[in-house]
């Protein structure tokens, strides 16, 4: 099942879930809003393979190929709406195309499974290189949760984010969390792809997925913990 950007590429599913309070009047608490996207990239397209393969009898490739579509049109969907347009979206959706049609093509159910987790490596990749060069991917759907809509919040973000390292190492770390997580999904679900059966990899795939977000809300939260309290120290 295809990785979809709209909720891996500005980190706002995931950050969804960081311990704070989302804009005053929003009425939806970020934890909650934050497991929308999650079942669409993971239920759906679970749903929609044992729906064809099951209910409509279709090989696993081409099963996998329709579950596969879900979060390419959700990204397809996401890009026309965003502006302007996100170049890293842009990659990853021409990387879930290329591997829907490599796969299709090879017809093995696989190959299928396994561009999933080379997909979620180059997200990896990229949010890791982003940290290590001093602008971490993942600030910018960070940023509205912490600062709250408030404009002291958000100008002590600039301050903090531009002069205080303790402040900037812990943005750095959160990104490498999420990076982290991703490329370790990555490895355990290529390694998956090839060792246990496609069937077993269709509903496990999703579950490793959810592991390695889960994760990223843990440990990620603790350094954007730090940050929400620095930042409420420097607006008051």
Known sequence: MALSTST????????????TTDAPGAGV????????????DVA?????????HS?????????????SAVPVVRTVVGLVRRQPTNALALLMLALNVAGIALSTVAGDARLMIAKDGAVSSVLGGAIVISALLGR??????????LVKNSAARDTAWVRLSAGDAAFRRNERHFSLVWGTALLVECAAKV?????????????LGPVMLSAA?????AVGNVFAG??????GAESV
């Open 136 to 145: 971490p991917a993942m600030s910018a759907g960070l940023r509205p949760f």
């Open 191 to 203: 390694v998956g792809a090839y060792t246990f059966p496609v069937e077993t990899m269709v509903w």
């Open 55 to 67: 209910l409509l009898g279709l090989g696993l490739v081409a099963a996998l190929g329709l579950s």
């Open 213 to 217: 977000i889960v994760v990223g809300i």
């Open 226 to 231: 730090r940050m929400a309290e620095r930042i």
């Open 8 to 19: 891996r590429i500005d980190g706002s599913a995931r950050t969804d879930s960081v311990a």
């Open 44 to 52: 759906l397209p679970l749903a929609v393979y044992f729906a064809a």
């Open 29 to 40: 608490d970020p934890r909650i809003a934050g497991l929308a996207p999650l079942a669409v």
